[in-house]
């Protein structure tokens, strides 16, 4: 089993920046992608930013330029740097890795981000 601990979240106002962790604890085996998704409120989850075990990434058009996903694989946790913050990124932010062999997934519980204008 692989848990997921978020932090990071909080209030800023439009044109701020927060920093996201997630750290992963109970991995024996590789933690190949970790990622973050978001959902707002009445809407479905969504693709945010992916990156691979060796370190190639992935973003969501909406914030590319904007975010910055990185991951210390020593420490198991994965990072998501969020510049120029705007009203429409507010959502809960979600924590995902694929994890050994059979590629599992698991989910964090969540973080709140909330861009005020």
């Known amino acids: 089993q692989v848990q997921l601990v978020e932090s990071g979240g909080g209030l800023v106002q439009a044109g701020g920046s927060l920093r996201l962790s997630c750290a992963a604890s109970g991995a024996i085996f590789t933690i190949n992608d970790m990622g973050w998704y978001r959902q707002a409120p009445e809407k479905q989850r969504e693709f945010v930013a992916r990156?691979?075990?060796?370190?190639?990434?992935w973003y969501a058009d909406s914030v590319r330029s904007r975010f910055t996903i990185s991951r210390d694989n020593a420490k198991k946790t994965v990072y998501l740097q969020m510049n120029s913050l705007q009203p429409e990124d507010t959502a809960v932010y979600y924590c995902?890795?694929?994890?050994?062999?059979?590629?599992?997934?698991?989910w964090g519980q969540g973080t709140q981000v909330t861009v005020s204008s």
């Open positions: 990156i691979t075990s060796g370190g190639s990434t």
């Open positions: 995902q890795v694929t994890y050994g062999p059979s590629r599992m997934i698991y």
